[in-house]
């Protein structure tokens, strides 16, 4: 539409990334160059998949739902979680605790992210006068993945660097982590297998995402609780 | 340290470089995403001796308006779209004539009247009220000076849609503005520039008649002439079936008729005959002029009479030769004769009609004018009755190829071919039939509706026709077809006329939210915000942090004073 709608849509996209970092802990231990690294390795993660994806798809010329190639797009989705094992596990971080540090790993994952696929289309096309809802949508998609990201985070940490977790609560951990990992693929599925619109997809994905923050914000209370 | 701060800061610099750079080029990225790309046709811009007439502008970015405006609403930052089936022509002359501001005009013809929408022929029970009104609208509009976009476009389902729309929001009494949204229309043209030394182009073919052996003298000729060229409110649309293709088509097939008879040398006439495709015609016959003057004197003086042919395409059971010869004038007599005598046996009549020239008047009201100026008998032959005012009855927008009857051609073509031929041959006042039907030398009805449909979907202005355009070199290249020697004279429009480009364009059609909708969702969106910071301090850190941090900056005041 305008330069209004497009900060409009800007901060609707990236607004709550900055909330999040200045509303919680986060901003008083200033993790702020973890989130940095985490946005980095992201970026490193987003080529390898590139390249995969290029070296190992064709190229659909119609939009249909090949279950075959989604099945090998949600592979290549994993490298996503191996990134994120990356950030978790390998970087030296300034010692910070176990619980800031997911969480300003998920906000940089998340927020590069955002900035790699959703602040070109959005310069792009709410700058332009035809008003559509589409980039209003983007912007509570990119929402849903700030979400999913450190939900994603926190369960990798979990997994990875929770030495002491109750033995019953593993394989609900592992499983959760699958669901969101998987999650890309689902909408995908959504969008092009089921013909779901837009708005019905991004509501979906708002309510999932809101889900699997509960329970594993439940989970990690719970792995938190006998160690304390 | 100190080594490495410069180098950091070199990097920096570097880097706000490249990112200005990555901007810039985002920046230019083209923003042509609308929701409808529909192709509109600009109103004629032109002066005459320096006098502006016509749409004085061609970009375009206003708000959509209907007919169906609350009284009193400002039109001025408003394109108010206009279908012509309901087009009051009153509200047009109100704001034309008083020149109330408008932001533009965007008036919808049906789709019939496209150009490549050939003979199909729905909707004739409205035709004609439609013309009256297509008339009346083309007169004002092109007589007029209008200090704003005016453009003519088809109707199709999307702008049909958009103007439902328009109609819907215009009728709840909200007119299109900034603060109320709706349709945006914008026109990416650059401003009209004048065309430069508009040129015309003339085609002359000449069939050469047989020169019986030992004669010195030079034969007489016998010259057809049309003009082909057009005018109308929107040159893009110009394409004149009537006025004046009916009469390029009926010299073209003539001459096709007389290569056949001139190709054998047993029936090879006496007389040579000189086909002319003039242009310029809607300017006084410009072009014409500039083409006998070409000529030299014996050339002039060999032509016996010249035919001119316009518009000869829909007319029932008269047409009307013009002259400006007295009708007591032998050869005009003799013209007639000839006429009258073929009409009467292909069951029509032909009238004759006498006007003066008055030399000093500059208007040139019919072809044959130029010729007796020159003292050259000549006649046109032409269903008018009267001669038309300037930039009349000149193949605008109302003049395509639903008005016009090819069957109507083709009588034309009979008369003026039998007559001809009867003079040529000799044959005056005997019924002979020289084109039968069914004969070799029959008219060929196919050839002439294939002509007369190129003709109907070429728009024929001649300032925007270059010396080189396809239709010209098509035109040469047929009646070099049928003639032994073709001349291309390229002249340049000179007279009082000047021309503006930009006749053709598309416009983008935007839906568009107002500013309102944009501070509603900016207040939303902040208030989002606002909820979810408070919520994450309250989850992490306690509702006692949240109240503190309003509480903090009085405090330090306390504290500093």
């Known amino acids: 539409m305008t330069l209004f709608h497009f900060f409009n849509c800007a901060i609707l996209t990236f607004g709550p990334h900055a909330v999040y970092y200045s509303a919680t802990p986060l901003s008083e231990y200033d993790t702020l160059g973890t989130s940095i690294k985490a946005a980095l390795v992201y970026l490193g993660t987003a080529l390898v998949k590139l390249v995969c994806l290029a070296t190992f798809l064709k190229v659909s010329e119609n939009d249909n739902f090949d279950p075959y190639q989604e099945l090998l797009k949600a592979l290549i989705g994993f490298i996503d979680v191996a990134g994120l094992y990356f950030a978790l596990t390998q970087l030296t971080h300034r010692n910070i605790s176990q619980n800031h540090k997911f969480q300003a790993v998920g906000l940089g994952w998340a927020f590069a992210d955002s900035v790699l696929h959703r602040l070109a289309p959005l310069w792009v096309g709410a700058r332009g006068l035809e008003f559509t809802w589409d980039y209003l949508l983007q912007g509570l998609e990119a929402n849903a993945n700030l979400v999913l990201s450190i939900s994603l985070a926190a369960l990798g940490s979990l997994m990875w660097l929770r030495k002491n977790k109750p033995k019953t609560l593993i394989p609900i951990i592992y499983a ?30 708002l309510f999932t995402s809101l889900v699997m923050a509960f329970i594993s914000w439940q989970l990690f209370t719970a792995c938190q609780r006998p160690s304390a | 340290m100190a080594q490495r701060k410069p180098r950091e800061r070199d990097m920096l610099d570097s880097m706000y470089s490249m990112l200005a750079l990555v901007f810039i080029l985002v920046a230019c990225v083209e923003l042509c995403d609308a929701a409808t790309v529909v192709d509109v046709y600009r109103l004629i811009q032109y002066d005459i001796s320096g006098v502006p007439f016509g749409s004085r502008f061609a970009t375009l970015n206003h708000h959509a308006g209907s007919l169906h405006f609350p009284s009193g609403a400002d039109l001025s930052r408003t394109v108010v779209m206009i279908p012509l ?17 408008l932001g533009g005009l965007l008036f919808l013809l049906p789709e019939m009247f496209k150009l490549d929408n050939g003979g199909s022929s729905k909707g004739i029970q409205d035709k004609q009220m439609m013309k009256n009104v297509l008339v009346e609208l083309e007169r004002l509009l092109v007589h007029s000076k209008i200090p704003y976009p005016v453009y003519f476009a088809f109707e199709n389902d999307e702008i049909d849609a958009v103007l439902d729309d328009v109609k819907k929001n215009d009728a709840t009494g909200q007119p299109a503005t900034a603060t109320t ?131 000869i395409g829909s007319w029932d059971n008269e047409l009307w030769i013009h002259v ?28 004759l009609k006498h006007k003066k020239i008055n030399i000093s008047n500059p208007r040139v009201a019919w072809e044959h004018e130029q010729f007796s100026r020159l003292r050259v008998t000549a006649a046109t032959l032409s269903e008018l009755s009267a001669a038309p005012e300037l930039l009349e009855s000149t193949g605008g927008l109302l003049d395509s190829r639903h008005f016009v009857d090819e069957t109507a051609i083709i009588r034309s073509v009979k008369l003026v071919a039998e007559s001809l031929a009867r003079h040529i041959y000799g044959y005056e006042g ?26 109907s979907q ?15 070199l098509a035109l040469k ?18 007279g009082m006329f000047t021309f503006y480009d930009s006749t053709k364009a598309s416009i983008n059609i935007y839906q568009v939210l107002s500013v309102t909708f944009d501070l509603l969702l900016l207040l939303v969106l902040g208030s989002y915000l606002i909820v979810l910071f408070s919520f994450l301090v309250i989850t992490t850190r306690g509702l006692d942090d949240l109240i503190s941090l309003f509480r903090r900056p009085p405090s330090r005041k306390v504290k500093t004073a």
Request: net charge neutral; hydrophobic share 35%; proline share 6%.
């Open chain 2, 324 to 351: 400006s010869k007295p009708p007591e004038n032998t050869y005009i007599k003799q013209i007639f004769e000839g006429f009258t005598n073929v009409a009467d046996e292909l069951g029509f009549k032909v009238g």
């Open chain 2, 430 to 455: 005997k019924n002979i039939q020289i084109f039968a039907d069914n004969s070799s030398l029959a008219i060929n009805p196919s050839y002439v509706r294939s002509w007369l449909d190129l003709l």
């Open chain 2, 458 to 472: 070429t728009p024929r202005v001649a300032p925007f026709l270059s010396k080189n355009d396809p239709f010209v």
């Open chain 1, 176 to 205: 959760c982590a699958g669901i969101v990992a998987t999650m890309p693929s689902i909408t995908s599925y959504l969008r092009r297998g089921m013909g779901w619109q837009l708005p019905k997809v991004v509501g979906f994905e």
């Open chain 2, 85 to 101: 089936r309901e087009l009051n022509i009153t509200f047009v002359r109100e704001y034309v004539s008083r020149k109330q501001p």
């Open chain 2, 181 to 311: 949204g709706g349709f945006k229309f914008v026109v990416p043209t650059s401003e009209p520039k004048k065309v430069a030394s508009p040129t015309i182009t003339n085609i002359q073919g000449w069939l050469q008649g047989l020169k019986a052996d030992g004669d010195a003298n030079q034969l007489p000729t016998i010259a057809i002439v049309a003009s082909y060229d057009t005018f109308g409110a929107a040159p893009a649309l110009s394409v004149g079936s009537d006025s004046n293709g009916s009469g390029v088509v009926a010299l073209l097939e003539i001459a096709r008729l007389f290569s056949l008879l001139y190709s054998n040398p047993k029936t090879r006439g006496r007389y040579n005959i000189l086909f002319g495709l003039t242009s310029g015609g809607p300017y006084n016959y410009n072009g014409t002029h500039k083409w006998l003057r070409s000529f030299d004197q014996r050339l002039r003086e060999s032509i016996d009479y010249a035919i001119c042919l316009n518009s």
């Open chain 2, 477 to 494: 290249k047929e009646l070099a077809d049928h003639t032994d020697e073709v001349n291309v004279q390229h002249e340049v429009l000179d």
